[in-house]
């Protein structure tokens, strides 16, 4: 709770590693670049579940989790109130991210992706709530230059100028 990175990784800075964590809150945590809370970068196994991330915050991307040349797994996920230029509360780049009962809640991001950004890669959710999320660019999803699937998940009631629900670009 309440940890700031003047770099990446507000709580947890993952550099080629593994992480297995769960059931944790992160709470108010915000780094200066990316990953408010949970910073992952060449890692190859991220793996979280029942966790839950609050008001979060980062400058760049990924205002509670950012994956860089990563594999990241969510599962039962919530994440509420979110902050971030891009993905403001998942943001990746050249990452493969699995999300399996993830719930993302009020985010905002200036920019692209009121929930999650993703640049190169592939995005993949599954039975997960996606509600109440702005941007500029995709309200929910901002998805570039990378494969996105989608299974039983609901995208509901986000807002942005251009995409509401999401916005693909390749």
């Known amino acids: 709770k309440d940890n700031h ?8 800075c993952a550099e080629n590693t593994r992480l297995d964590g769960s059931s944790s809150k992160f709470i108010n945590n915000s780094a200066k670049s990316f990953g408010g809370s949970v910073y992952a970068l060449s890692s ?5 579940s029942d966790d ?4 979060d915050s980062s400058s760049r991307a990924g205002g509670s989790i950012f994956a ?3 594999q990241i797994s969510l599962t ?5 109130g979110a902050k971030s230029l891009f993905g403001a509360a998942i943001g990746t780049l050249n990452s ?9 809640d009020n985010c905002r991001a200036s920019y692209y992706g009121g929930a999650i ?3 190169n890669g592939c995005v993949s959710i599954s039975n997960s709530n996606i509600t109440q999320n702005t941007a500029d660019r995709g309200g929910a999803l901002y998805i570039n230059n990378a494969a996105l699937s989608s299974d039983s998940a609901n995208i509901i009631n986000n807002a942005a100028q251009t995409g509401t629900a ?3 670009f390749n």
Request: hydrophobic content about 35%; charged content about 20%.
């Open 5 to 12: 990175a003047k770099y990446s990784g507000g709580a947890i």
């Open 96 to 104: 493969n991210a699995l999300l399996k009962r993830v719930s993302i």
């Open 117 to 119: 950004y993703g640049y």
């Open 44 to 48: 190859k196994e991220i793996k979280m």
């Open 52 to 55: 839950s991330f609050e008001n």
């Open 166 to 168: 999401g916005y693909l």
């Open 68 to 70: 860089e040349n990563s």
């Open 76 to 80: 039962d996920i919530t994440v509420n």
